[in-house]
């Protein structure tokens, strides 16, 4: 199981590094962490993936409500939220194949953003499922290269969580 | 308008701190704020002779006085020899502002001559730090810092000036507040429907203990501990640090619990169908095996930090708050109750324990430590400010000198830092200068820290100084004793001779061998105006007993053998 966590941060230098560091002194175990800007430019935020099987999230979010520079955190896990994690995968292929790659990602609503000779570069949008569910389809033509940027988070509806206090 | 240099910045900060004395030691990168140091004479300043006995000494003065203490360092091996200072009070939620110099902005990041990156370094053992690029930034941060330092959960601070920064220029404001990012969460208030199910756990209670430790003493909760101890008749066991927080003396006092914990305690706590955790933390010194622990009690953990509930144990009912708060709303909510037959249980145990107390030994011509620990408080009056040392020392103390007054102890619990004692009590006596203030260390620990022998006698300090000296590092010892075979691997040490390494300070001292001199010794100690140390030569191989193994049940205690009678 796993458990959404977001977390408001000033945007100082280090911050990353002290969440890291609590992450690695409290051997919490991380599926992964986003950082980003937000819509007001002291406040960044964190997106974090916690592996409940060994960590409690409840003490995630304790230890990273003692961080000086976290304004916030909310265990988002039980809310209806958006769930967004980015792909660009690389795939070999030819010229004559080109079609065929570019149905199933879209398919997936994803699309193809580079061709060269002997591959193409797919970039998809979407929760975890949709892009496992992609990449078991790319698999056997050979996949040369990915990178994703992690899951970012959002609750939905009029709710919303900025650094001023206000939840 | 007021414009200052970031030296003088930092002067005028302390100084609006309200802070009388500072521990340190000069050096290159700090040198303009030393400089400015001559032009604020309402700030002592002591000269540690090394930077872990100043950040102790500041450690030592926090806890005595409940203020915030500061210590002062330049770059480099002055901030590093800083670090074990800085994570003692971080174990022990100690409110510190360290204050480091750091070179010049311009080399930040070349390897300087004596640069570390002490924000880097300290980041794990800190609630939190600072390093001040803008001297526009100082003020402020210093103003935050002591507010982080003893807010809450209180603990270590560090600020990181750079030497450009403290000659740098600007007005000096002191914002009235600290300028902290706005928080979401308000302090938080207890649900009343929280406090009456704690009412309703502890009215059906039969045999309930209190758990107290060192967040009573935080947040000044002691007398409301007394009150909701009596109405309630709930016996009150005491963590290392919490002693003092509830009088040993009060008949529902059962000292200390865990490890080497009275025996009655941890059976108590074995026993107990509800156990009233106050500012505690549920350390593996107080719980032994998580597994076994007080299995048939339910759990209320009154508590200001919410990263340790359910840390380690599991709890029915987590009270978030301060203990005062908490106590004081608590209190009209419950019932009194005699607990007669409970009483009774814990009573019979209590003989049980009695009858293997080594001070009923008979004399005989060598010190027992405890003996010893025992004399100091029946001559102090169980009054003085005792700050202990780590070790077998330390738990002697613990279990014999019966503290009846808060912050009566002074001890690094959380990290076991030999050494503290000695340091520490120099802050200690800064802080209470009217107050005895007694060192209780091993021969093994004081000589750590011994070096700063000079630096009381450069203040001119009195303090009583007690070495348990028995020619061992008596813990480490003791575990070889009983978990190693007897193989005494690198723990017999050889001591100085402490009465002339305190006569090279200009220090009194005497040692002590034989029983009949050891209340005489502390009594010239007490009377004499300057410092006295007494070297107190005690039986090898005693050890500290009761002792819970490391991991094993807290009811699994190895126990001291019972003398047949004569």
Redesign the interface.
């Known amino acids: 199981m796993k458990h959404t966590l977001v977390a408001l941060v000033e945007d100082k230098p280090g911050v990353l590094n002290r969440v890291a560091s609590l992450f690695r002194r409290r051997a919490f175990n991380i599926e992964s962490l986003t950082v980003g800007r937000t819509h007001e430019p002291a406040v960044s935020r964190m997106t974090i993936l916690v592996d409940t099987e060994q960590t409690a999230p409840n003490l995630v979010e304790a230890n990273l409500m003692k961080l000086i520079n976290v304004v916030d955190v909310q265990d988002v896990t039980a809310l209806p939220t958006v769930m967004r994690d980015l792909a660009l995968i690389k795939v070999k292929a030819n010229t004559s194949q080109l079609a065929e790659i570019n149905q199933l990602a879209e398919i997936f609503r994803g699309k193809i953003v580079d061709v060269a000779s002997d591959s193409v570069i797919i970039e998809i949008t979407g929760d975890e499922d949709k892009i496992s569910g992609l990449l078991d389809l790319l698999r056997p033509r050979g996949i040369l290269e990915m990178v994703r940027t992690g899951q970012v988070a959002m609750v939905r509806g009029s709710t919303h969580q900025d650094g001023n206090g206000h939840n | 308008m007021a414009v200052k240099t970031g030296a003088q910045i930092i002067w005028e900060s302390l100084v609006k701190e309200g802070v009388e004395v500072v521990f340190g030691y000069p050096g290159g990168t700090i040198l303009p704020t030393y400089d400015a140091m001559l032009d604020y004479p309402s700030i002592h300043h002591v000269l540690a002779r090394h930077e872990q006995g100043a950040t102790h000494a500041a450690d030592g003065y926090a806890r005595a006085s409940g203020k915030v203490g500061v210590a002062i360092a330049t770059s480099g091996p002055g901030a590093t020899n800083m670090v074990t200072g800085i994570a003692t009070a971080q174990l022990d939620s100690s409110p510190i502002v360290c204050i480091t110099g750091q070179v010049g902005t311009t080399v930040i990041g070349s390897d300087a001559f004596q640069e570390v990156d002490i924000?880097?370094v300290t980041?794990?053992i800190t609630?939190?730090n600072y390093m001040v690029t803008r001297v526009q930034d100082l003020a402020g941060t210093i103003r935050e810092a002591f507010h982080?330092a003893r807010e809450g959960r209180p603990g270590p601070v560090l600020v990181d000036v750079p030497k450009d920064v403290q000659n740098s220029k600007c007005e000096f404001v002191y914002p009235d507040t600290p300028i902290?990012?706005?928080?979401?969460?308000a302090p938080a208030q207890t649900p009343s429907e929280q406090l009456a199910r704690a009412a309703e756990m502890i009215s059906k209670a039969e045999r309930p203990v209190i758990l107290a430790g060192h967040g009573v003493l935080i947040s000044g909760a002691m007398q409301k501990l007394i009150e909701f101890a009596d109405k309630t008749q709930i016996p009150v066991a005491l963590t290392l640090l919490g002693l003092g927080v509830f009088p040993r003396q009060h008949p529902l006092c059962l000292g200390m619990m865990g490890m080497h914990g009275e025996a009655y305690a941890n059976r108590a706590v074995q026993s107990a169908d509800l156990l009233i955790a106050v500012g505690m933390r549920f350390d593996d010194r107080v719980t032994g095996n998580l597994k076994t622990y007080a299995k048939h009690a339910k759990k209320i953990h009154i508590e200001i930090?919410?990263?340790e509930?359910?840390?380690n144990v599991r709890v029915d009912l987590p009270i978030l708050g301060d203990a005062y708060g908490v106590l004081d709303q608590l209190l009209p909510l419950v019932t009194s109750a005699p607990r007669e037959a409970w009483h009774a249980q814990i009573h019979e145990w209590q003989m049980e324990t009695g009858a293997r107390d080594v001070l009923r030994k008979e004399e005989g011509d060598g010190l027992i430590p405890a003996q010893v620990i025992h004399s100091l408080w029946q001559v102090t009056e169980g009054n003085a400010i005792v700050v202990s040392d780590v070790g077998q020392n330390q738990m002697w103390e613990a279990q014999y000198y019966r503290h009846d007054i808060p912050r009566g102890l002074i001890t690094s619990g959380g990290l076991g830092t030999m050494g503290f004692a000695l340091p520490a009590a120099i802050g200690a006596k800064f802080a209470r200068r009217d107050a005895e203030v007694w060192v209780v260390a091993g021969d093994g620990g004081f000589q750590m820290t011994q070096a700063e022998l000079a630096t009381l006698q450069q203040e001119r300090l009195k303090l009583n100084i007690a070495i348990i000296n028995n020619g061992f590092l008596g813990m480490v010892r003791q575990w070889q004793e009983f978990f190693y075979g007897r193989r005494y691997a690198a723990t017999p040490i050889l001591s100085p001779d402490f009465v002339k390494l305190a006569d090279a300070h200009g220090i009194a001292a005497r040692r002590v061998t034989r029983r009949e001199d050891v209340v005489p010794a502390i009594e010239a100690a007490r009377q004499s105006a300057e410092t006295m140390l007494i070297d107190f030569r005690v039986e090898q191989e005693d050890a500290v007993y009761p002792m819970v193994p490391a991991g094993a049940d807290l009811h699994d205690m190895i126990r001291r053998p019972v003398e047949p009678a004569k």
């Open positions: 924000t880097g980041l794990p609630k939190h982080v902290l990012y706005p928080r979401r969460r930090d919410p990263s509930i359910a840390k």
